[in-house]
């Protein structure tokens, strides 16, 4: 079975630095990931996704997220916060041939002009 | 862009009530799902459903929910009982491939 931690329910950070989300995945096989935000009386949208492809991973509003099978890590960065980026995010986990994904609890992103 | 829409997106029903969930998938899109997030809670997988049945589904999605493609658009989560813990928001997503899509959610009310 497959998990996933997300470290810090809620991050706080000033506009204009860096946002760093922490996710760490567990997983028998190497895994699928995904980050998703979610935006106040919204869906998920989906931020970027790794699929066994490059590691490092660019999605969409300057965000990035590099695989580290290592660390079982799967960490969103952007290196400059807006006050636009403040929602919830969510890191998720699927299996290859498993289409079914698993969340982690989410971060609740905050942004301080 | 093609989008999930989802109705309604507010329902309140009685608790014993019947509730049919409502999502209208992306067009060209062949796996469906629907999840759900109780309030203060993570996004939880409740069932897939593809080529016309359940694909795959959690230990959640018990005997009180089933799920249905009426037509060819359509793909409705129905709850025959409803208990007050099934108060949540409920997503449904649909995918291609990798990337699901997911609706606005239907945000259900047990009272």
């Known amino acids: 079975a497959q998990s996933v931690t997300q470290l810090g329910s809620h991050v706080s950070v000033s506009e204009g630095a860096l946002v760093l989300l922490r996710c760490n995945y567990s997983?028998?096989?190497?895994?699928?990931l995904f980050w998703y935000v979610q935006y106040p009386n919204q869906g998920l949208q989906l931020l970027l996704k790794y699929t066994s492809a490059a590691t490092l991973v660019k999605g969409i509003n300057g965000f990035e997220a590099e695989f580290k099978k290592s660390e079982t890590s799967f960490h969103l960065t952007k290196p400059s916060a807006h006050m636009s980026d403040a929602a919830e995010y969510f890191c998720?986990?699927?299996?290859?041939?498993?289409?079914?994904?698993?969340f982690g609890s989410g971060t609740r992103l905050q942004v301080q002009p | 862009e093609p989008e999930v829409t989802q109705t309604p997106s507010h329902q309140v029903t009685q608790m014993g009530q019947e509730v049919i969930l409502r999502c209208v998938p992306i067009?060209?899109?062949?796996?469906f799902y629907w999840y759900r997030q109780i309030l203060g809670q993570k996004v939880e997988f409740l069932v897939s459903?593809?080529?016309?049945?359940?694909?795959?589904k959690s230990e959640i999605f018990d005997d009180q929910f089933s799920v249905e493609r009426p037509d060819g658009s359509n793909f409705t989560l129905k709850i025959r009982s409803t208990k007050l813990e099934d108060s949540a928001m409920y997503f449904c997503a649909s995918t291609q491939d990798t990337e699901a899509f997911f609706g606005q959610g239907t945000r259900l009310t047990v009272v």
């Open positions: 459903f593809y080529n016309n049945e359940i694909s795959e």
């Open positions: 997983s028998s096989v190497p895994p699928y």
């Open positions: 067009s060209n899109h062949l796996y």
């Open positions: 998720a986990v699927s299996l290859p041939g498993r289409r079914a994904l698993t």
